[in-house]
Structure formats: structure tokens, C-alpha cells
């Protein structure tokens, strides 16, 4: 079967079609949306601020999620802010500023339509969040505070101190709650997704595992809406949650959604070091701290003073010298490639030789230790809770880590998959970020997306469905059930030598030394080779302990690593044939003379869709062709 | 901290609570963690302790974690007596650098009546989500909305409801309480919804809602043990207690309408 590729991108010039676009699509009235039942899984930003409304709509929403409570959610730890143009500083900005910085950002590999829609949407997020309670920070007049991120030369990022992401989150789980209390949303808590269901072509439902009692359900609906997040987790070390995982999203990816930009992973560039194979996680700390930090190292190779001892002629700034318009709040592509330069060639500190400081001495001088606390406090705190050192007395020590997913599963306008029926939202898709993310801008992609994107495109599909219920005695559920009980029982049934756990960190490591920062063809094509004999041993040599029918983390984990195995590989394939270098993918083979990425347009101005065929035949690698009409691409530069 | 700087790693003895699911009790284990890195978490100490069970055929310990950022709220074990262990912050933060070498530490369940023990050291903590749902909310739909700056907030107010809105829903509150009470947890969220303006409208039926559903769902009263406050670990203040308290006598003494919600007479 062929798919569909039209992205549905309404016609008229990039400023009219979003409104072009409501008035014409397709709406379910008040009276019908009761007898629609939507699937929801995940209650991140993008799943609880899209079933709220949805349900506050009068949809049926059927919620799922593996936490205990909506509220735990990965969205919970982003800390920094959520940019929106509402131009309260009266710096230049505007709808168009934000469009054209995100798609700067993106390194023009992302869809124009998507993106403007994205910024236009943005001043409503706001709003919407400071009526539900949203403590954003206030000036001492009263009036919302701002601060700035990478990639801008404005100020439009809001912020709740450095727990943004939390108090965004609790404001969507709130009125989740609030629905969950009036009856139009059904919270099923403890139950992850396994697969998804499709009659006649169309996603009708979902199997899942029930974590604590290990039944296989099934729930059936009119649309299935993916709100599951990214797949960085792959990488093992990351700033991912622990449970995080790729598994929906790949499981559909498996019946037929396409896969879009799986190689584009961002490298946040300011974490807490690596310190040793225990480890389970890196922490990250908030891009925010780039306003006031200054990063350095040493101008000596082998440095063994302290910091605070080397004299300001000996401390190598190097994002302020080499890129002066910007500065410490270059992108972070940009900021981590760097940092991963100046640790190869020698000059990173820590025993490992791969961190970087980031200072607070002068903001510090100049502002003062409570105004830097205000900003900060909390970042500060966790840092010297995690390390023991305080950055009130010495620099940060940084370095990059695996933080976020701009490829994801391919959606047109709508955010509708290829298959119909399907939606993904947030980090899930892969719309709006191109090759790179600027800062601040997942949270108002995932409120965008769950506020006001989806809960107007979703009628469009549904409508011809009116009343053509199918419910789970339908043979279709029957059938995925059976497949998702003989998958469970043949990872049970190895019984090898070989833990999940130390299967996953070694698929990390391939990942993270050639598929991370800095990618070339024979490493890659090396790293597939690595995870195909990974994913042989996966399947011949895996210990599992315990039964299928109690909570069991290691099974858990192992059906997580299955899929991490396979996305790994289609990530590695995905670039090793984009040829080119842009943003996060960096491919040694095209950089220019001062080591900057070099973009090849003429060829590869389109999106990459891995289109799934069978367990023996490679996914089909299909184009989408970018166009650009309101934003010329140009070579991108920061300096 | 009386680590000696050349060593590198710490063994421990651990006592954990094993308790199978559907058993109404279980026991302690007791455990040898060798050769722990130093610089590992708490909760790594428990994976190096997992991964090894595993490799032994054994049913690993069960305990939550996600973050591990100390922001998510999931993790929530008793660690020497103490919800989260003797650190004011949440399990997930707690650093091996900080126990003693040889030190024996007992790890059980955030277990209180409103809390039942799923299975090990999981439980089920779904009580504190309906006390949301009684009325944590304010309620809005996704339309239009005045511009946020036509309703200025003064600076303090919003650190204030900056302050009591930070609590991350772990129940380290109600497992400290002798009483097994919810009152810090739910004063915090009618705290930071009473300070604002845009929480008027619903504060007199929230409070009395949600101090209902608090007592519905089995929890405790508060004694003014103050244990809660000081397990956690985002330093809630106990002075949110005092402000649902007069919140909720006010709303019990105001009329109810033929809606339901309250104004004064």
C-alpha cells in the first residue's frame, strides 16, 4: 500500500493560511462529539493540554499513561521557559521574528507552514496559562517578566523560576483533573501502550499492558492521538526520564506511520558531566543560565588551578570570541559542537578532560549573589545537591548530553500520521524544529499543539466516521492482541545471560560515538553492524527475571529496548544517507574551513519519511521537498 | 561526608521491605551492596543492586523513578525512618558520598492508610489525585483570553503562590505524618490558587471540595506535628495549613446558591 504523503498544507500566502485553513476544516457539532471516543496517550504537555480540551469540547477521551498520575510526566523537568512574541519588551519582535528565528534555528529543515502557525499560536499559550493559574514571573510593577534563550537577539521567553515545564504542567493536569472529575475523561494509570490497532486501514484502538496486574487490554476509539515524547532514551545516558521511551511511537511507526528526520537529535549543551558506567541519568542544567554564565576553559592544555586562581587573560571564552553577535547564547547545536571541539583538542576539564566551565563570578559581581538566586536558585541548589560543589563559589562544570527529539513520526497540517486516525503531538511528531530546536520552544510546540492546534484539526477526520463505531470484539484487536501476547512470551522465553540494562547501555554507546555530535559514513555504517549483532543478542541471549504477570521492571524494560534497538538503526541509516551537514547533524565530510556545517540544499531540502515495509525487507526512505516562500534558506551563522 | 577523599567507592548493607503483590504483609530482606561508586545516587545504588539480582535469576526490588531530577515527584522511599532519607530533598537527590562506609540503612515503602503497598516498595498514592480533582483547578476553556498583563500581580504574591505551587505531589507530607494527613499537600495547592486573582471566582467551593475529598479519602487531620513540613523537599511552609483552615471555616459559613457555589450573605 502506498502512503500518503500530502501534508495538507493549506494554499494562500504563509500569514493566511492557519485562519484560511479554520474556515474550512471540517468541525463535529456539540451534540455529536459525546458519541466520539479519542485515545490520548500520554499526559505530558502535548496529552494533557490536548485531552482537556478535547474532552472540554464534550469528546469522549480515554487516557493513557504508564506513571502512576498524569502529573509525572518528562515535561515536569523542563526548566528554563516557553518563548511567546508577545514583544512585552518592545525589542523587535513579532510573529514573522519568531518564525524566521525558529526556522533560522532549524537550519531551514522544517516545514514553513507548521512553523509560522507555531509562532502566530504562541501569544495564546500565554494567556491561556496565566488564566488557569500559571505562576509566571512578575516584575515588581506586576507585569510579566521575560528573559532571553539561544538563537534570539530578543526577549520572549516567560518563566517560573527554573521549574517552567512543572507549573505549565500542573496547570494541563488541573484541568485534566477536572475533566477526569466530570466524567469525560477516563484516566487508565499504570497501562503502557504496546501497539495499535488498524481496521481497513484506519487506527481504531490500542493494545496495552496493564503494568501492575500484566494483562493485555485493548481499548477501541475514533481516533488515537500519540502524545508520547521522544525517543532519546535510545542514547541510554540522556536527560530523558528513566521510563521514558520510544515504543508507541515506533509500534505505529511499525503498522504503517512513517517515521520523519529520525537522525535529528538535539545535544543539549549545558549537563551535569558523565562520572561513571553506574550511572542512570544526566542531569540537565537550563539553557537560562546562558544569560548570565560566561562559558570558558582554560587557554592551557593540562590545567591543574582552580578556576577562580586563572587569571582572566589565561580563560578561553570561546563562544564569546567566536561568535560575537551571539555570544554564550549561540544555539545549542552550535554551544555542544563547540564544547566537544574544545575537550578533543585538550583544553576540557574534570578527570575525564569532557567538561567546560560555565561561571557565574561576574553576574554575580555585577548583580548580586540574591538577584542571581532569584533567577536561578533552584538550578544552583540541584547542581551542588548532585555534585557537591556550589556554583555560588565556583563555576559549573558542563558538558553535552542527549536532551531532545526533533524527528518523530511524520504528521501533515493536521498533526494526522499516515495512517488516518492517527495523530501525533509534541515531541512525538516531527513538524516544527527541523535540524534543531531553539530553547524555550518545546513547551509552546506541546501547548500549541494540545491547546489549539489539535483540538481544531481533529474534527476534520471524524467527521466521515459519524455513528461507524467499531469496539474492541472487532477480530482486528483479536488478532494485535495475539501478536502482542507471542511477542511478551519470546522475550520471557530466552532466558540467556544477557540484561536489558547492559544491552541498552551498549546500544547507547554506538549511538552516542557515531550517531551523536559529530557523525561520518563509516562510523555509521560501522554503528549499524554494532546494533544489528546487539539485536541478535537481544533476541537469543536476554535474561529476564520474574513473570510476564506482575509488575515487572525488566520486562518492561526489555520491550523498551527491543524498539530502542530498531529506532537506533533506522536513526544510523537515517544519517548516513542525509549526506549533508545541518544543524544537530553534523557530518564530518561537509564542514567548512572554520569547521561550520555546510548545508547541500540542492539536494537535501526535504524531510526524510522511513516508510515501514516487513520484518525482513528495510524501510523505504521517502522525500518530502521543504518550500520556502516566505524565508529564502540561507548559510546560517551566528557570529 | 566523613568520606575519606582516596576512596572511591562504599559498601553499604541494606534492609528492604519485600512484599509481593496481593500479600496483606511482608518482611524485610537484607541485602550486601559492594563496591558502590561514591559519586553514584541512591537510587543507582539500588539499580547496581537490581542489576545484580537479575543476574542471580532473582525477582528484583520493585521501587518508582523517573526523573530522577527530583521534579517529578515519582520516587518515594523511607530511607532510616525518613520519607526521602535525611536530606531535605527527594530520594532520587540522595548521594551515596552522603552514608557512611559499612552504614546498614533500612529502606521501606512510603506506607500510610490512604497509600496501600502495591507491591515491594510501590504504592499507591491515586488519593492525592482525586483530592486535585475535587477542585484544584481553575476552570477554563481553550479560547480567547484577556491579555495577562491587563491584571497586574505584584511580585511577592506570585513568589508566594510560586512558592506553595512548587510541591511536587511525592506524599512525602502524608508519610511523615503521625496522622497520615494530606493537609500540606492540599493547602498548598488552595494556597496558590487563593492568591490570585484569576482564583476567585472558585475559592470558596475549592477549598470546601477539596478539604471533603481530603477526609473522604482516608486520610488523617492535622495535629500540628509539623513532620510534613520538615520532610519536604521542596520546603513547603506549614503556614498554608493555617490559610485553608480560614478558608474553609469561611466557606462553611457562607450561604450555598441554587448552583452550588457559595457567596456571602
Redesign the interface.
Known sequence: MMIDFNSAIPSGPVEDKWSNHLEHVNLVGPRNRPSYDIIVVGTGLAGA?AAS?LA?QGYRVHVFIY????????S??AQGGINACKN?REDGDSVHRLFYDTQKGGDFRSREANVYRLAQNST?I???C????V??????????ANRSFGGVLVERTFY??G?T???LL?GA???L??E??QGRVILH?RCEMLDLVKVEGRARGIIYRDM?SGEIRSAAGEAVVLATGGYGAAYFNSTN???SNGTAIWRAHRRGAAFANPSFVQIHPTCIPV??D????L??MSESLRNDGRVWVPRKKDETRKPGDIPESERYYYLEERYPTFGNLVPRDVASRAAKVVCDEGYGMGESGYSVFLDFRDAIKHQGQSTIAEKYGNLFN?YE??T?ESPYQQPFRIYPAVHYCMGGLWVDYNLQTTIPGLYAIGEANFSDHGANRLGASSLMQCLADG??IL?QTIGDGLQPMFRDKVDTSHPEFAKTTAEVKDRINRVMSIQGDS?P??IHKRLGKQLWNHCGMSRNASDLKGAIDQIDGLQSEFWNNL????SAD??N??LERAMRVADFLEIGSLMCRDALTRDESCGCHFREEHQNAEGEVLRNDGDFAHVAAWEWKDEDTQQVRHEEALEFDAIQPATRSYK | MSQDHDQKTITVSVRVWRQAQGEKGGRFVEYEVADTPLEASFLEMLDILNESLVEKGEDPIAFESDCREGICGTCCLVVDGLPHGPSQCTTCQLQMRNFEPEAKITIEPFSTGAFPVIKDLIVDRSSLDRVIQAGGYITVHSGPKPEPNSVPIEHEIMEDALDASACIGCGACVAACPNGSASLFTSAKIHHLALLPQGQPERNTRVKKMVEAMDDEGFGSCRNYAECQASCPKGISIKYIGRMNSDYIKATVLDTDRRGSMHAT
Request: glycine share 10%; hydrophobic share 30%.
Open positions: 493540554s480540551s472540554a506513571h502512576d498520575t498524569p502529573r509525572r510526566a518528562h515536569i523537568a512585552y495564546a500565554i494567556d491561556q496565566v488564566a488557569q493559574g505562576p509566571f514571573a512578575r516584575e515588581y510593577g506586576g507585569m510579566l517560573c523560576r521549574q515545564g512543572q507549573q500542573l493536569y488541573q484541568s483533573q477536572k477526569i472529575d494509570s501492575v526520564a528513566i521510563n562520572s561513571g553506574y550511572q542512570s541519568k542531569t540537565l540541584m545537591e548532585i557537591g491547546y489549539f483540538p540484561t540494562l547492559s535474561k529476564i527475571t520474574g506482575d509488575i521492571p525488566t
